[in-house]
T-cell receptor
Framework: GQNIDQPTEMTATEGAIVQINCTYQTSGFNGLFWYQQHAGEAPTFLSYNVLDGLEEKGRFSSFLSRSKGYSYLLLKELQMKDSASYLCVQMDSNYQLIWGAGTKLIIKP | GAVVSQHPSWVICKSGTSVKIECRSLDFQATTMFWYRQFPKQSLMLMATSNEGSKATYEQGVEKDKFLINHASLTLSTLTVTSAHPEDSSFYIC?????????????FGNGTRLTVT
């Protein structure tokens, strides 16, 4: 099947670091995206990984291990505005997107 | 800045009427646009792929006669919800890849919240 697994909800403290994990089916892979979606809004693009390793973009970093079918999104120096859902999205061999259900991140003061 | 514009942001209509939602690519030509639907607390669900100059490709379970898609130009795709019913109330979002390539990230319109009374 085509499954994206990510935690349903996570809670973290303002100023801390949080890692959101995602696993996917390794057959048919053309990249892994992370999107941020605030409640009631459209998703916004955060990162794209197609090769193994860590991609850093300011406070956000994304990691990929293709052999393990594993990715994570790392958020540093958490701010209250980071409270949102984070969507892990796999692009398959046909360039179709497979969406995870999202991880709701709750930031507490 | 925004690369995809969607209109209207929200609409309330009566059951049985039709509603048109527009999706425009700004400053680039989108041969392909995507339409998603999202129910509360659920992930995005792809409804259809809109192809300029040809028929849209609908996902399984999506009624093509109910959700009419027209992609008449390289910068505009429209989704018309025909004979809307309360169960069609949802958040509809369009997107396009930019830069235009298979592996480019999707950029989304702001979405349209449809409420059918």
């Amino acid at each position: 099947g085509q499954n994206i697994d990510q935690p349903t909800e996570m809670t973290a403290t303002e100023g801390a670091i949080v890692q959101i994990n995602c696993t996917y089916q390794t057959s048919g892979f053309n990249g892994l995206f992370w999107y941020q979606q605030h409640a009631g809004e459209a998703p916004t693009f955060l990162s794209y990984n197609v090769l193994d390793g860590l991609e850093e973009k300011g406070r956000f970093s994304s990691f990929l291990s293709r052999s393990k079918g594993y990715s994570y999104l790392l958020l540093k120096e958490l701010q209250m505005k980071d409270s949102a859902s984070y969507l892990c999205v796999q692009m398959d061999s046909n360039y179709q997107l497979i969406w995870g259900a999202g991880t709701k991140l709750i930031i507490k003061p | 800045g925004a690369v995809v514009s969607q209109h209207p942001s929200w609409v309330i209509c009566k059951s049985g009427t039709s509603v048109k939602i527009e999706c425009r690519s700004l400053d680039f030509q989108a041969t392909t646009m995507f339409w998603y639907r999202q129910f509360p607390k659920q992930s995005l669900m792809l409804m259809a792929t809109s192809n300029e100059g040809s028929k849209a490709t609908y996902e399984q379970g999506v009624e093509k006669d109910k959700f009419l898609i027209n992609h008449a130009s390289l910068t505009l795709s429209t989704l018309t919800v025909t004979s809307a019913h309360p169960e069609d109330s949802s958040f509809y979002i369009c997107s396009a890849s930019f830069p235009v390539s298979d592996s480019s990230p999707l950029h989304f319109g702001n979405g349209t919240r449809l409420t059918v009374t």
